[in-house]
């Protein structure tokens, strides 16, 4: 927070609410200008929090967008290696901290064993899994990515993904449940899932 600067305060006013916000924050220090105290000190500590919020926000974002990509055919698993698109089942992405490149999963396994590491979960800044109930099986879409924190999951099901075992995922409860139905398995969140799942109950 410490090095938000003017011009920091400046392009958030504008990313907020571009020209209107601005002449907002305009009529404010022109009302400081002239106000009474009272006013004065109300209006410092409005542009403050506006300020202060906007350089948290700033900071959080770690500067780059965090959105999906493509898996690419070239693309190769974070964790493994292996070549993503050669496996069925849906797979995973995930950016950490301070680092706007992109990791790729082969499958929901890989990603999350890679992020249940303990030098590795503090520095997951965000992560995504396909959402299994609108895309195939054998052929996930990339344009239903989901948040893998909020996904529910299932596991030992009687599909596989990438090197046998692995968690389908999906955005509501109830779609994984009536998968479970057709499928077999033990429905899961996100909190449920542990290494020792990952490493022998799938």
Known sequence: MGGCTIFDILSI???AGGVGMFSLIRGLFSALISG?????????????????????????????????????????????????????????????RRDPQIKKFCSTRDMLSFYL????????????????????????????FIDAKTAWYVSGMSKKGAMGGTLASFSTEGTARQF????????????QITLTLLATGL
């Open 36 to 96: 009474k105290v009272v006013v004065r000190y109300g209006i410092l500590l409005v542009c403050c929090f506006i300020a202060l919020a906007g350089c948290e926000e700033s900071e959080k974002a770690g500067g780059f967008a965090q959105i999906v990509a493509e898996i690419e055919s070239g693309d190769e698993c974070h964790l493994c290696g292996m070549l993503i698109g050669e496996f069925p089942g849906p797979k995973g992405e995930m950016y950490l």
């Open 180 to 191: 479970i139905v057709e499928s077999g398995g033990e429905l899961l969140s996100f909190d």
């Open 117 to 144: 590491q303990p030098e590795n979960t503090h520095h997951a800044e965000a992560m995504f899994v396909h959402d299994m109930a609108v895309t195939p099986w054998d052929n996930p879409d990339d344009k239903v």
């Open 13 to 15: 006013v504008f990313e």
